[in-house]
């Protein structure tokens, strides 16, 4: 079989996007995003990072929820090939249904082993990529994540949390949030932050996961994601964004979502 990437959307339930891959040889570079992920490992195995305990090997038949912001990532062993599906949940609409159910949403990592929740996934995602009316597949998300236990099951606090961030981090943080398309040199940045470079990168990295620069690559390819999903040209984008040109922008969005940006628009 040869390897595939499948995306749903639905205009309709605009919180939600799911996809399946299979045979899948990609690998990805430690990123985050606003959304909640729920990964499940369908064949082959899997090696996740992003938590404090480090790299964790994830078998099939499992499932791992993300939080947004987590910066993590998720690959085949070496050489070896996986199948998986992976759903992102809008964090706000998320957390509206927790507040709706009085209670918190997971603020951790969780690892499940549970043969019966990933069932229920497997439906819930056989559902959303069926033909249907788009009231049945809220209503299963729903009750998927009203489902989700956060108990019972391995828990890891991420590695990096960017709530945990001091204020000169933050800063800078926030300009990268809001200017991912302007070149911003690690002096200058340093500066906003009132500390030396060798500073900045540690409590940056500490924070967020990552080195600035790869904050503001990542920043970049959050918005290239909405950008394609409402329909912008990939040329234009790679130009609004700041890459340098549209293979840097592609190269980029791959390693960072696992497909070229043609694909995932389609």
Not at 128 to 138: I, N, S, V
């Amino acid at each position: 079989m040869s390897p595939t990437a499948q995306f749903w959307r639905d205009p309709q339930l605009p919180y939600a996007e799911s996809r399946r891959a299979c045979d899948s040889r990609a690998n990805y570079k430690a990123h985050s995003h606003p959304s909640v992920s729920i990964g499940a490992v369908d064949q082959g195995r899997s090696l996740f990072t992003g938590a404090s305990t480090g790299p964790t090997l994830i078998h099939p038949g499992s499932l791992v929820w993300v939080p947004a912001h987590c910066t993590h990532a998720c690959n085949p062993q070496p050489g070896q090939a996986w199948s998986y599906q992976m759903l992102h949940l809008d964090a706000a609409w998320l957390q509206g249904i927790y507040q709706e159910l009085q209670l918190s949403a997971p603020q951790q990592v969780v690892l499940s082993n549970d043969q019966a929740l990933y069932r229920h996934f497997c439906r819930l995602n056989q559902l959303l990529f069926a033909d249907g009316d788009w009231q049945d597949k809220e209503a299963a998300l729903i009750e998927f994540v009203g489902d989700f236990p956060s108990h019972g099951h391995a828990l890891m606090r991420p590695a990096a949390e960017p709530a945990r961030a001091s204020a000169a981090v933050r800063r800078v943080m926030q300009l990268l949030q809001q200017e991912p398309q302007e070149p911003q040199p690690l002096e200058q940045l340093a500066h906003i932050a009132g500390l030396s470079r060798y500073q900045l990168i540690r409590a940056f990295r500490a924070a967020s996961g990552m080195t600035p620069h790869a904050y503001q690559l990542n920043q970049r390819i959050i918005q290239a994601r909405a950008s394609l999903q409402a329909g912008e040209a990939s040329a234009a984008l790679a130009q609004r964004l700041g890459f340098a040109d549209q293979a840097h922008f592609q190269r980029v969005f791959k390693a960072h979502v696992g497909v070229t940006p043609g694909s995932y628009k389609a």
